[in-house]
């Protein structure tokens, strides 16, 4: 039987008086990956806050390896789960070396020195996201391509078994997204991490997710593979628009498109 590295049961979330998440129930396996598409507004990142502790659920639980999350110290659940934020949201001027060393911080003691073992962390992190030569340039001096390797090598410094990204190619270029994504998949594979994608890009939750989970208004209207994702109308119900479907010539599998302009 396939472990579950998170289980939300029935999750409820109001911030005043409005139901921002409704009795959403899910199961990601360990080493599995799961995208979260919907549109604006529909709860996505509201459920990654509340996965990393931000928001502290009205109803219902998630329980992370068996534990319940309420259940983590803060310096627990860092150890456990990593946020790879947009990486235009980062500026700095701290060099790679030193920003990916900030992913030890669940381990490091106030005013303490790295240990050998942090620097080993950080040295095996740029290896793995093959950013060694970058490590002495400024973020502010870096591509978005290279900015978001930097952000995924800061979370691979910090060891957590869950991955959670908001939208880690929204910024980018086709070639750096599909090297972005190659490199996820390849990390998820190499070091047996469990990945929950927050993305708009359907095409890209479709092909590179083992499962993809849509919200609409804050519940849950569909859980499954990329290929019925694409059939029987789903995406005309989430989006209230109509698409159009093409078959990649290769693999077979279906790719989208929002329907053109009339003519």
Not at 63 to 91: C, I, K, M, N, W
Not at 111 to 136: E, G, K, M
Not at 197 to 225: C, M, P, Y
Request: glycine share 10%; hydrophobic share 40%.
């Amino acid at each position: 039987m396939t472990e579950t590295a998170i289980e939300i049961r029935d999750l409820t979330l109001m911030l005043g008086k409005k139901t921002v998440l409704g009795g959403i129930s899910l199961d990601v396996p360990l080493g599995s990956h799961v995208a979260v598409i919907g549109p604006n507004g529909a709860g996505k990142t509201t459920l990654l806050k509340c996965l990393m502790g931000i928001y502290r659920p009205t109803g219902g639980g998630i329980r992370l390896f068996g534990r319940p999350l309420g259940d983590h110290s803060r310096r627990a659940l860092a150890r456990t789960v990593s946020f790879v934020p947009q990486s235009d949201e980062l500026s700095s001027s701290l060099s790679v070396d030193d920003f990916v060393l900030m992913g030890r911080y669940p381990y490091l003691d106030p005013l303490a020195p790295a240990t050998a073992a942090d620097r080993n962390a950080v040295d095996d992190a740029l290896r793995l996201t093959d950013i060694v030569p970058l490590r002495h340039r400024a973020l502010d001096s870096l591509s978005g391509g290279e900015r978001q390797r930097a952000l995924v090598a800061a979370v691979i410094a910090q060891g957590a078994k869950v991955m959670l990204l908001d939208e880690p190619t929204g910024s980018l270029d086709p070639r750096h997204k599909a090297e972005i994504l190659g490199l996820i998949e390849h990390l998820r594979r190499t070091l047996n991490l469990t990945i929950v994608t927050v993305t708009h890009d359907i095409n890209e939750a479709a092909l590179w997710s083992d499962r993809v989970v849509a919200l609409k208004q804050g519940r849950v209207v569909f859980s499954g593979d990329g290929w019925n994702l694409m059939c029987g109308g789903v995406l005309e119900e989430v989006y209230e628009k109509r698409f159009v479907f093409a078959a990649q010539p290769d693999t077979g599998a279906l790719f989208v498109a929002p329907e053109g302009r009339p003519r």
